[in-house]
């Protein structure tokens, strides 16, 4: 019901920025949250950042607050994720997610990913 594609990844020189654009198509309004993650390699998944996509509401990766900022075009059903001053830790392929669970809970569609790879 949801799709989403992710773009904006690439290759970025440590401290620099990227942004991420995730585009979602179907029942984008049955989504509760919108959310970012990402997987480095030999790690887990791990959860970057989401939105309420009614209100705008944020909440953030306690490491990552600061330097990261998910956002939403309504008009355009889209999210982004702004990535400042990036370092090498930050390299991974990061998802986009629909958290369609009433209330928030469980993300139930994902994109297919975007690689970001931050060079020292």
């Known amino acids: 019901q949801v799709q989403l594609v992710e773009s904006g990844g690439g290759l970025v020189q440590a401290g620099g920025s990227l942004r991420l654009s995730c585009a979602a198509s179907?029942?984008?309004?049955?989504?509760?949250?919108m959310g970012w993650f990402r997987q480095a390699p030999g790690k887990e998944r791990e959860f970057v950042a989401r939105?309420?996509?009614?209100?705008?509401?944020?909440d953030y990766a306690a490491s990552l607050k600061g330097r990261f900022t998910i956002s939403r075009d309504t008009a355009k059903n889209t999210v982004y994720l702004q990535m400042n001053s990036l370092k090498p830790e930050d390299t991974a392929v990061y998802y986009c997610a629909a958290d369609t669970t009433p209330g928030g809970g469980g993300y139930n569609y994902w994109g297919q990913g975007t690689q970001v790879t931050v060079s020292s």
């Open positions: 179907g029942r984008t309004f049955s989504s509760y949250y």
């Open positions: 939105i309420r996509w009614s209100g705008g509401s944020t």
